[in-house]
């Protein structure tokens, strides 16, 4: 027998009561020395020196909490329900009320006039313009300079690549 894929299938849970036997005896074979299966010696060993009493009424209790657990575990999906239908309603309502302060607060502002004398409002409104038109002036005159220097570069660049 294949003592490497016995061991897989005693590892995996998956090997027969007889194929256990022939581990056993196999490992607790005192000419078998292969130091590959050192361990797996040494678990054989303990498991066959390690005689375990298992009480009376093990099986009994186990299947009481088997059939405890399998019925406990059957509640389980209605509590998650329930646990779904609250949190839903919850975000409903956080939503709701978000949705209400949201549009209770983004009304339009009404148009009022700022001023009440049409000659105030007129120079204000001349001495916005001229702060406008300078600033405006001043941007054009950066980009003028700008113009010129890129023109400047193109000119070193265009004499550097004739040469």
Not at 54 to 74: C, D, H, N, T, W
Request: glycine share 2%; with cysteine.
């Amino acid at each position: 027998m294949n003592i490497e894929l016995l061991i897989e299938k005693f590892y995996e849970g998956i090997s027969t009561p007889e194929e256990e036997l022939f581990l056993t005896e196999y490992f607790l074979d005192e000419k078998n020395t292969d130091e590959r299966w050192k361990e797996e010696r040494e678990l054989f060993r303990l498991l066959h020196n390690t005689q375990i009493k298992v009480p009376e009424g093990v099986s009994e209790r186990l299947e009481k909490y088997i059939m405890q657990m399998e019925a406990s575990q059957k509640s389980i999906p209605h509590r998650r329900k329930l646990y779904y239908w609250i949190s839903s309603a919850a975000a409903i309502a956080l939503l709701c009320i978000g949705l209400y302060f949201l549009n209770r607060e983004s009304s339009p502002p009404k148009m009022v006039d700022t001023f009440s004398d049409p000659e105030e409002a007129a120079l204000v409104a001349e001495q916005t313009l001229a702060y406008m038109s300078i600033q405006l002036n001043k941007g054009i005159d950066k980009v003028t300079d700008a113009e010129q220097e890129f023109e400047k570069v193109n000119q070193l660049i265009n004499k550097h690549l004739n040469k």
